[in-house]
């Protein structure tokens, strides 16, 4: 199996930073895809970002040119930058891991941008 534990969600002004972490552990595959999603309330969970165990990443639109995605691989953990934050980034963001095996998800971190 594959834990995944996130942190560094907090509350953070408009046009401020959050720094996202998620650490992979367990039964993790040399190619392995880390990606983060987001749900807000009372909408459904999209994708932000993900990477693939060779570096390979990919953005969806909404933090195209304000997020940046990256990982250790020595690790296994993977971040999202989060700049010029906006209120409608608020929302909790999950860390999804994928192996050759498993398909796991983290608990979610709170995202809150507000003034």
């Known amino acids: 199996q594959v834990q995944v534990v996130e942190s560094g969600g907090g509350l953070v002004q408009p046009g401020g930073s959050l720094r996202l972490s998620c650490a992979a552990s367990?039964?993790?595959?040399?190619?392995?895809?880390m990606s983060w999603y987001r749900q807000a309330p009372g909408k459904q969970r999209e994708v932000v970002a993900s990477?693939?165990?060779?570096?390979?990443?990919t953005y969806a639109d909404a933090g195209k040119g304000r997020f940046t995605i990256s990982r250790e691989n020595v690790k296994n953990t993977v971040f999202l930058q989060m700049n010029s934050l906006k209120p409608d980034d608020t929302a909790v963001y999950y860390c999804r891991v994928q192996t050759r095996q498993y398909d796991s998800w983290g608990q979610g971190t709170q995202v809150t941008v507000s003034s």
């Open positions: 990477i693939t165990s060779d570096d390979y990443a």
């Open positions: 367990g039964s993790i595959s040399n190619f392995n895809i």
